[in-house]
């Protein structure tokens, strides 16, 4: 057994924790509450491998004080957290959990259209406290999901899991990327390519699966909020920065779309004030990969880039700079 230290900033999954365990010492914190960046600086400092996690701080600062990190496995896909550029002039790996946690985040981005288009929120809450007193005509009316549009921000492996979802239900698909797609893929989802002003303009449904970045910050500003549809209802399961969340929260307190669904927000883990007595939003708590399943799987790849690692070999989820 080898004598390198790996620091788990907070207790993942037992699946790679015990691959871990079977190579490295584990050092893993279990508390409840984040470290603090000190608290974090100071147990990671001698670590030759850290497991970070995506509310991690992993700056200059917390790269600079590393002495012998070969490895920062975050538990994550996403990891604007992480100072990739500085990482990388210290010859430090950062890998990311691809692949593994797309079809769960897909169900949570299509749970959350479902469950803000069809108020299936509002309705339990009326049942459970004693109001339903019989079938009416009018109560709780949604909206169809059936022939309607769905604007997909950001068509990588997620953007593709929920636009197959879509094809089931019977709905229009557009999408803007970066890139477009080639004609095959395209096909395989009947997915049709717009520009981003034009998906804000047309869609019913806009769900947003793009990684937050300088390019992407308010993406979805005030500006665009303005010319959506006031039917529009917007799914965010990606990045809460990429969405100008106040001027959402005020296009959707004034009625001017129909209805946003959030698993994720602007200044994690707080909410615009008033976000949470709209009736028009469901609010979740990031739990777009949150399933048995998957959260093991991200454990095992975790557990693996670090092993490569520190076997001295390059960890098979490098992120790109
Ligand atoms: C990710 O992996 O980036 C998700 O947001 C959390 O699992």
Request: aromatic content about 10%.
């Amino acid at each position: 057994m080898s004598t390198a230290k790996v620091f788990i900033t907070y207790a993942i999954l037992e699946k790679g924790i015990n691959l871990l365990k079977e190579k490295f010492y584990v050092d893993v914190y279990d508390g409840e509450d984040f470290l603090t960046k000190s608290e974090l600086i100071r147990r990671s400092k001698d670590a030759d491998a850290i497991v970070t996690q995506l509310r991690d701080p992993v700056d200059n600062e917390f790269i600079e004080s590393l002495q012998k990190a070969k490895i920062i496995a975050n538990y994550a896909v996403g990891y604007n957290n992480i100072d990739v550029q500085a990482a990388t002039q210290k010859g430090i790996f950062v890998t990311n959990t691809p692949g593994v946690l797309t079809e769960a985040t897909a169900d949570i981005a299509f749970a959350l259209l479902l469950t803000v288009a069809r108020r299936i929120v509002e309705s339990d809450k009326f049942v459970r406290e004693g109001k339903f007193t019989g079938w009416k005509p009018k109560l709780f009316l949604g909206y169809d999901l059936f022939g309607k549009t769905l604007g997909i921000i950001g068509m990588g492996r997620i953007g593709q899991a929920v636009a197959r979802r879509a094809l089931g239900f019977g709905m229009n698909v557009v999408y803007y990327n970066r890139r477009r797609l080639p004609v095959d893929i395209e096909e395989k989802y009947n997915a049709r390519y717009v520009d981003l002003d034009t998906l804000i303009a047309i869609s019913d449904y806009i769900s947003i699966h793009t990684p937050f970045t300088k390019e992407t910050y308010h993406l979805i500003s005030e500006e665009r909020i303005k010319r959506m549809k006031p039917n529009a209802i917007i799914i965010n399961t990606a990045r809460g920065p990429v969405i100008d969340e106040v001027a959402l929260y005020q296009a959707l307190k004034n009625g001017k779309i129909a209805g946003a669904g959030f698993d994720v927000y602007e200044n994690e883990p707080l909410l615009t004030p008033g976000l949470e007595k709209l009736d028009n939003v469901v609010l979740l708590p990031h739990i777009g990969s949150a399933t048995y399943e998957t959260r093991d799987k991200m454990s095992e790849m975790v557990a693996i880039n670090v092993i490569e690692a520190l076997e001295g070999r390059i960890p098979p989820n490098l992120v790109p700079e």
